[in-house]
Structures are given as C-alpha cells and as structure tokens.
C-alpha cells in the first residue's frame, strides 16, 4: 500500500528529513484489492463463521452476518448464546445454532472448516460456557484469520497475558474499547494514546484498527495507515458491527489480513458516506451502511 503524495510546498530536500508516522492510503491502491470473483466458485470456499448475538443484542449479530453476506462471503453461520432469543425478520440466508454444552466439538469443528470467523458483536456476558467455547478457538486454531470485536474484546482482555497470538487475529476496538485493552483510566492526547496502541499491536503480534472520526490500521510490520472517508453520521448504534462482517467476509475469499483490513475499512466508510448524502447524517443508522454496499461495489468494478 503506497502513501498518499500531495505537494504542499515543501522542498524535496526538507521532506526526505521528516519522520512520518501515519500514512493516509492511496484510494486507486485500495481498490485494486478486491476480490476477484471466479465462475466456479463454490458457496463453502468463502464460509464464515459468527460467535455472536445475546438475547440483549442479536441485532448486532445480525449487522455482522448480514454485511459479511452483502460483502461476497458464501455462507454465514452463527452460533449464539443461549436464549430466546427474538429472530423475527432475521435473514433467511444466515444459518444459526444455538451454543450449548453438548455442541462444543461441533463448533470447533465448523470453526476449522470455517475460511474466516468474527467473534463478539452482541456477545453479552462472558459466561463460563462462551469462555470454554472462546478459549478454545483462541487456543486451538491457528490458521484460520479472526476478527475480535465489542464484547469479544472483553475475553480477549482476559487472556491476552497468557497465549501467544499471531497476525491471524485483528481486533477491531473503538476508543474505551482500547483503553481498557490498554488498562488506561484517563484519556490521553493523541500524541501519547497512538504509540501505546501501536506498542500494544507489536507486542501481541497482531493487527489493530482503531475505530473513530480517523481510524487508524496498526500492524507489527508495515506503517500505521490513517483513514479519514468516514462522515459524522457514521457515529450511531452498530456500525462497529457492520465493518466485522465486512471484513470477516473479505478474509473468507482469501484476502490477506492487512489488505482486508485496508480495504473493509474503506468500503465501509464510502458505504457511510453515501448513506449520510442520501439519509443525511442526523437520519443515517447503521444498516443503511449495508443497504449502500452494492453501489459502492459498483462504483469499485466500474459498472453502472
């Protein structure tokens, strides 16, 4: 992902002096990133799975599901919480099993079979049964790129001292999210919270975006990329969730894991944007972000 150059004036000799620490991305690069789509693929090749959706919030569950469907992923199975749990207008494309002790194995063995999986959105509390179930996706699967987000970043807080990670995993916290993953009680400037958030990523191997009004892309060997396509509007319930679809949805069709954040982070701030111009930013929510996908992949692709 090459930087964005833009002639300010600067002399040629003064520049090649300064330390840049963020890079805004090129908008032609990211584009290039999608996915081809081959004639004989197979629905299985891009199957995701969700470990999501308390009773309390299995609207977030079903933003992650259906935005990872609305992204190109093949199949979308979720397992949730115990509950009863309120599935009317649930999509019919989105298979769900509920999570239960007699299931553990088959969950860990649709997990391996998985091409990628998302787990927290909604999750709720962390039972001792979602701890046995996390603990060993966590542990056990190794090959198989995670997305970690909302309340999934809890147990991931919970363990993150005790096991070695690698960059299969990308957590995907917004601000407070990240403070408590730093152990932080007061906000900090900019200047001093990002290092601590690029230090976190290095130190645990893995990759972090840090959501807000400019998410930033951490990864423990390329530069930290900041983002700035997003609209105000975009700061409403869930749109955390929808960017985990995405992305689970673009790591399931076999995209690296630094290019699919790269890129679910842009298609989900374009998707944003055009929400807000057409809803405006005070009407917008977060499925409309969704709703607005198929335009912007569209506009990506060249067709019209």
């Known amino acids: 992902m090459t930087a964005l150059n833009v002639d300010i004036g600067i002399e040629k000799r ?26 004989n693929r197979h629905k299985y090749e891009m199957s995701v799975i969700g470990i999501a959706g308390c009773k309390k919030y299995i609207g977030a569950a079903k933003l992650s ?3 990872a469907l609305r992204s190109g992923a093949g199949i979308v199975k979720l397992f949730y919480p115990k509950q009863d749990a309120y599935f009317d207008n649930f999509p019919y494309e989105i298979i769900k099993e509920e999570i239960t ?8 063995k649709d997990c ?16 001792p049964l979602l701890k046995i179930i996390l603990k060993k996706v966590l542990l056990k699967i190794k090959d ?12 991931f807080n919970m363990i993150k001292k005790k096991m070695t990670f690698n960059t299969n995993i990308i957590l995907t916290p917004h601000k407070k999210e990240m403070m408590r993953l730093l152990n932080l009680k007061d906000h900090l400037s900019d200047s001093l919270f990002l290092p601590l958030c690029d230090d976190f990523c290095k130190h645990h191997n893995i990759l972090l975006i840090l959501k807000g009004a400019i998410t930033y892309l951490f990864h423990p ?5 900041a983002f700035n396509f997003a609209d105000p509007g975009m700061a409403t319930a869930g749109t955390g ?19 699919a954040a790269i890129l679910g982070i842009y298609l989900h701030s374009k998707a944003g944007k055009l929400a807000a111009e057409i809803k405006t930013p ?9 709703n607005y996908l198929p335009d912007i992949f569209k506009k990506i692709n060249n067709i019209f």
């Open 241 to 259: 969730d929808v960017l985990t679809g995405i992305i689970a949805s673009l790591l399931a069709q076999k995209t690296s894991l630094y290019k």
């Open 101 to 108: 002790k007699n299931n553990i194995e088959k969950i860990m």
């Open 14 to 39: 003064y520049l090649n002096k300064i330390r840049t620490s963020y890079y805004l991305p090129n908008e032609d690069d990211i584009k290039k990133l999608l996915p081809k789509i081959k004639n």
């Open 144 to 155: 198989i790129p995670i997305v970690i987000d909302a309340d999934g970043l809890t147990y």
């Open 282 to 290: 005070y009407c917008m929510i977060a499925s409309d972000i969704i």
């Open 221 to 225: 060997q390329h530069d930290t990329l």
């Open 65 to 67: 599901c259906l935005s």
């Open 112 to 127: 391996q079979l998985a091409k990628s999986i998302f787990i927290g959105p909604g999750l709720g509390e962390m039972t």
